[in-house]
């Protein structure tokens, strides 16, 4: 037993240092993921698309991921819909009797982002609307079942599997206010005095007082509020000035207002120009809006992004930004969640091209003579041929002629579905975010954020 413990002792001091979430800090980065919002406005630049999530928990600069988003509350069989665009939707399986994504394959992913002290959140809501509760009795079954389905509560259907995630955010953008105070006060009643924190976050507009959740944050305890400084008259395209950019005001509201005197206010913004129709600030002005914002008001938490992919394509902005702030962003890495560019036409690995086959983004096959991968989604597009469905686009990307070595490395991008059902924390490939995983075509993603 002594040797034991002395092992694990030894083990532990190699173990890479955990920075775990602070929600006392005030450099935080919040970065919504889910929603490929880059892939949305960029269809035909598929290495740049939404990542499996994985790819965004490689470096210590993302403190807190809301998995975008829960987009029906009440549908088949009583159970929500969940759409995470490219990576999982119920067109890429759900559970029986249910339209609810089966997107377990993402279980051991987000135990491993968890393991690196990030927050994972689930957000209900988005832009499309379509989640709208009817009453407040229903809205407190919900909180029930958001307990049941992602955080400590059981069920068959859960999502995101076995593991527990750490909190619900509100991103309610329509429909109708009702049943949100409802639903935080239920989901308050249920997750206090548990062993684990469980946090509650909302994003409104930063137009005051948002009409979907700003009576629930008047009246129950959030814990932060990611404020969207974009798309509206008060974004961070105003912040010089003040009469207009009014985080004034929700420090205010924190302070006299919230029901919780110690909630966090973000300044939310774009990740990039085309993240959002306006409120966008390049990486040097949103350093300083974050620096002169946290060195102003008590209430600051730090900064939200919208999205993920975006922030990736952009220069890493989130991590400027983060460092800025003081913060820490960890090793480099990578810095592109991209699958690797081949460099040749070596077609020693790669599969010849079958028109039954459903490929996926970033495999790769033979054809003609030459090296091809592709772009997304396809099934019987033949390489060098526009697509059958009039979009104008080739799907195959030629790499060039076949230089005829053998290559074993190039199999491991044609096999993507085989190894997806197999991730397990240990799985370099997986870990890396090299993989585009079950991929739907774009036009699936709703209009983001
Ligand atoms: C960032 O935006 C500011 C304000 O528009 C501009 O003055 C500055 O040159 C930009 N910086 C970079 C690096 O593009």
């Not at 989640?131 to 068959?156: C, H, I, P, R, Y």
């Not at 010849?352 to 592709?374: E, F, I, M, R």
Request: proline share 5%.
């Amino acid at each position: 037993m002594l040797c034991n413990v002395h092992l694990l002792t030894a083990l532990a001091s190699l173990a890479p240092m955990v920075l775990a979430y602070d929600h006392s800090k005030n450099n935080n980065v919040v970065v919504y993921w889910g929603q490929n919002s880059y892939g949305a406005k960029h269809e035909g630049d598929p290495a740049h698309w939404q990542q499996q999530l994985s790819a965004y928990c490689a470096d210590d600069t993302i403190d807190v991921i809301p998995i975008a988003f829960v987009t029906a509350y009440s549908s088949k069989g009583g159970l929500p819909e969940l759409n995470l665009a490219n990576i999982c939707s119920a067109a890429s399986g759900v559970f029986p009797g249910t339209n609810l994504a089966n997107c377990q394959f993402m279980e051991s992913q987000i135990s491993a982002c968890q393991a690196k002290g990030k927050l994972i959140l689930i957000s209900l809501g988005g832009a499309t609307g379509n989640a709208v509760f009817t009453s407040n009795s229903q809205a407190e079954t919900f909180a029930t079942t958001m307990w049941d389905l992602f955080l400590g509560g059981s069920s068959k259907t859960r999502p995101f599997g076995k593991v527990v995630l750490d909190g619900v955010d509100l991103d309610i953008e329509g429909g109708s206010s009702v049943g949100y105070a409802a639903f935080a006060r239920k989901y308050r009643s249920i997750t206090n005095g548990k062993n684990k924190r469980y946090y509650l976050t909302a994003a409104p507009q930063c137009a005051f007082p948002d009409v979907y959740v700003g009576e629930a944050i008047s009246s129950v305890a959030f814990d932060s509020i990611y404020i969207q400084f974009y798309n509206n008259a008060c974004g961070n395209h105003v912040y010089g000035n003040k009469n207009a950019w009014n985080f004034g005001t929700w420090d205010n509201w924190a302070k006299r207002t919230s029901p919780n005197k110690d909630v966090k206010i973000y300044v939310g913004a774009p990740a990039s120009d085309t993240a959002a129709s306006y409120g966008y600030v390049n990486a040097s002005t949103l350093s300083r809006i974050a620096t002169e914002t946290k060195s102003k008001y008590s209430s600051f938490g730090g900064v939200m992004f919208w999205d993920a992919s975006q922030a990736f394509a952009n220069g890493r902005i989130d991590r400027t930004v983060k460092s800025a702030m003081g913060g820490s962003i960890g090793n480099t890495g990578s810095t592109t969640a991209g699958p690797p560019t081949p460099t040749g036409g070596n077609c020693g690995g790669a599969p010849p091209w079958d028109k039954d086959t459903v490929y996926v983004g970033g495999q790769q096959c033979s054809y003609n003579g030459h090296l091809w991968s592709a772009g997304w989604w396809s099934q019987n597009d033949t390489p060098g041929q526009l697509n059958k469905n009039g979009d104008g686009a080739y799907v195959w990307k030629d790499q060039g002629a076949c230089s005829g070595i053998v290559d074993a490395a190039a199999l491991v991008h044609t096999d993507s579905y085989h190894i997806i059902d197999k991730a397990d924390e240990t799985d370099p490939v997986i870990l890396a975010g090299t993989l585009t995983g079950p991929v739907i075509p774009p036009t699936e993603a709703p209009s983001p954020l």
